[in-house]
């Protein structure tokens, strides 16, 4: 549905490479004073001045990250700037700037790249980012996006992953498994628009779930949030591939161990229900699912009565010596190991 | 040739992600001081104290930016960081550090990777930049390298397209058109091979020209010999895209016109002999080649006596006033307005 079928559109071949990266980023505006020089040059300029510089990267590779036949393409550049901000917020800082880099086949009208950069733009806005550089050339096949984000924060308040200790409280934000149970929900309507092009499906019961995996938020709140309550964590990590997986990084990364409460684990009302509708489980479906970008991190226990009752944060665990690994201690009491895949993963170990 | 036909090769199916992130990167090491962290935690750390941040980024595309039919994983590893590289020179900066993503179909083994790696390796060990990050996925097709390369300058020594006054002098380093006649021979090559795959070519009398396409370099040493001339140019560029293009580029960002002259572009002896055989003419080879990486600049003419025969340095031209326009003077000593894509491109207007 997204193809170039439409003769009036725009095709990329008319127009030259820096005419694109021109048309596309003429909306874009420097905000920040970090940001001497943008776009137009061999290279961006920027200025942390005493602030340490973050920076991490990510690739979106369609038919492997994403589906366009249910992604909008104004959702996909969104989001394709929230999975790196979240990287940025994940070390407890201030995100910047991004560059974006595009690899398109000429399938696509240049309205198609309108929508994905409206979509940026609207994530730089919402988010207060500079655009300031990028790549845009043809591919063979389908499209990768290339996001790279910049961020600032002072040297102490910085949060690696290394930085957990035995006794500290185990905190997340938000709730989780929504975006996995989103993605079933836009899977199992694509099959269904398969056999019957004209079935109009009815996703408003899982607005909420569809929108965790379409467009999915950064937490930027967060990293304020814990600023005004003056915590800073001890460690932290972004929830991209699961829970469990970004546990056993804090503690492989911290050298301690973890015991995490499965009924303390927050879940969306939405993603009970329609996990008992596709009879999932939904600790496994939090433990597993991957995509949520909640902020994971541990704080000191003196720091607890700071966030106690605070509705964005739930403490699901604390950290114990390492010798006694990262486990689930599940509502039955008993005791699983963690494991990256999930603890009750169907792949072969 | 490069795909995975022998089955003792390692399948990347067999490693996560994250292992192979750490088995990829485990060579690389941290060396300068900016570089406060990097691989292994959701983004990197840096510290740029009182100089400015200088970023540049570039995809490149299996089919589009380079053939593996010819062109070894370790030369293209080597080659996707300069091409980088060369973008943090022509700011007149100091490269301090690059992120490296990738995509590959599993139809790589684990070793094409670490070949590929070993390229990206030597040119960080070569030109001293540090590896702080990347990401690493599959695709569904061939193979996309994005790398995002960082340094580091003085404010007022940062030179921008923009700066070029008229009458500056018109500098490029090194010489033109080498990197565009070796791809067309490793292309001949390709195709006599495809007729008679036990034909051996004898790449001998090019090996100056198929070095400079399959393994260029950036030009770190005319950076640093700009600093020990004391000469800060006015504007500065590298050329990617043909001399055309970037005097172009030059010319527009600055708001001047140029004169060119044609007997003064610095062409190799080999250039010029491989233009006779393959009845191409190497002034537009230079002009509309592309990916030699060289420095073009703009100098004060008080500079002049400090680069004055310099055998890296040629002088080809001057700014004059943008009414003029950029033009190409030729041996007969008529005007050609420079275009684009080259002052006799075969393209339609």
């Given at each position: ?50 602030k340490k510089t973050v920076l991490s ?30 990287d940025i917020y994940a070390m407890n800082a201030k995100a910047t ?52 984000a910049l961020g600032e924060a002072e040297?102490?308040k910085i949060t ?63 990293v ?126």
């Amino acid at each position: 549905m997204l193809e170039d079928k439409n003769k009036e559109r725009t095709s990329l071949e008319k127009l030259g490479e820096f005419e694109l990266i021109d048309h596309l980023t003429q909306h874009f505006t420097l905000n920040h004073p970090s940001s001497l020089k943008g776009v137009g040059d061999d290279a961006a300029v920027l200025d942390f001045q005493h602030k340490k510089t973050v920076l991490s990267t990510d690739l979106l590779v369609e038919g492997v990250h994403f589906d366009l036949s249910y992604m909008p393409l104004k959702h996909l550049g969104y989001k394709s700037v929230m999975v790196n901000l979240s990287d940025i917020y994940a070390m407890n800082a201030k995100a910047t700037q991004i560059t974006v880099s595009l690899a398109v086949s000429n399938r696509f009208p240049l309205e198609a790249l309108e929508e994905l950069y409206a979509g940026i733009h609207l994530a730089c806005k919402t988010y207060n980012v500079d655009m300031i550089g990028g790549d845009t050339t043809s591919s063979k096949t389908g499209m990768l996006i290339s996001v790279t984000a910049l961020g600032e924060a002072e040297e102490d308040k910085i949060t690696y992953r290394s930085g957990a200790k035995e006794n500290d409280l185990l905190v997340v934000s938000g709730d989780l498994g929504g975006a996995y149970m989103g993605l079933q929900v836009l899977e199992r309507e694509k099959e269904v628009f398969k056999v019957n092009p004209n079935n109009q499906p009815d996703l408003e019961p899982y607005s909420y779930i569809v929108e965790r995996q379409l467009k999915p938020e950064a937490r930027k709140d967060i990293v304020e949030l814990l600023e005004k309550l003056e915590v800073t964590p001890t460690s932290m990590i972004d929830i991209s591939d699961g829970l469990s997986s970004e546990i056993l990084h804090l503690c492989k990364n911290s050298e301690v161990g973890c015991a995490l409460y499965e009924n303390k684990i927050p879940l969306d009302p939405t993603v009970i229900s329609t996990c008992e509708e596709f009879k999932m489980d939904g600790t496994m479906i939090a433990l597993s699912g991957g995509e949520d970008y909640e902020l994971l991190f541990t704080i000191d226990q003196a720091d607890f009565p700071k966030i106690k009752g605070n509705p964005n944060l739930t403490v699901i665990g604390h950290m114990t010596d390492k010798s006694g690994g990262a486990n689930l201690v599940t509502r039955a009491e008993t005791l699983i190991p963690l494991k990256a895949q999930g603890w009750n993963s169907f792949q072969s170990e």
